[in-house]
């Protein structure tokens, strides 16, 4: 199982990082032990002294499948959650200032806190969730999918031309403006719609 994350898909949080807007989606991947097991919490990593928090809707893929052409897309996922790309964003600028990969600042453990999922037929409109996190109570970010550059198709389409995308695999749809740090002691939750979806105490 792999969790695909698309970078770069909210124009709004493009810019706050001063990246581009992308013309063609940007994917990278985190592996299976970015996930964290149930009610466990995020252990802050020695690694990095600025965590950042980007809340993304999540897509569950329900058949295996490459090449896929836009218009069929939708038969290849079949549930929508919520979860937490979790960054380091100071190993990232380093990455990035040195034209480097991502995986120390995306792929380490427990980067992908993932919450509970909600089936897509139960969703009205899939080019309207709004989904939010919640820090110690307070609104950090608010989303919506009808903001995405790219829709759930089209990523689905366009990532499946250079990588078999295979039942029980995450895609991670990319963060709305408004990311920030974490702390030691933080309660992060996370919305789709009303439902809450995720919970997670970093310590
Ligand atoms: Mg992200």
């Given at each position: 199982m792999k969790i695909v994350c698309i970078g770069r898909n909210y124009v709004g949080h493009a810019r706050e990082l001063k990246n581009p807007v992308p013309s063609k989606p940007v994917f990278f991947m985190k592996p299976d032990t970015a996930l964290i097991q149930k009610h466990n919490p995020f252990f802050y990593p020695a690694f990095s002294a600025d965590i950042h928090y980007e809340t993304e809707l999540v897509l569950k893929v329900c058949k295996n499948g490459r090449h896929i052409e836009e218009r069929f897309a939708h038969k290849y996922y079949d549930k929508i959650g919520v979860g937490l790309d979790l960054t380091a964003r100071d190993l990232q600028s380093e990455c990035k200032k040195k034209g480097l990969p991502w995986e120390i600042a995306?792929?380490?453990?427990?980067?992908a806190p993932l919450g509970e999922f909600i089936d897509?037929?139960?969703?009205?409109?899939l080019a309207d969730i709004s989904f939010s996190l919640l820090v110690n109570g307070e609104e950090k970010q608010r989303g919506n999918s009808?903001?995405?550059?790219?829709g759930f198709d089209r990523i689905i389409s366009y990532v499946s031309q250079f990588v078999t995308l295979k039942l029980g695999d995450l895609i991670f749809t990319g963060t709305p403006a408004g990311v920030g740090p974490i702390r030691i002691n933080d309660r992060l939750e996370a919305f789709v719609e009303d439902q809450k979806l995720l919970d997670i105490r970093v310590k």
């Open positions: 995306k792929a380490f453990d427990n980067s897509k037929s139960e969703i009205k409109d009808g903001d995405m550059i790219f």
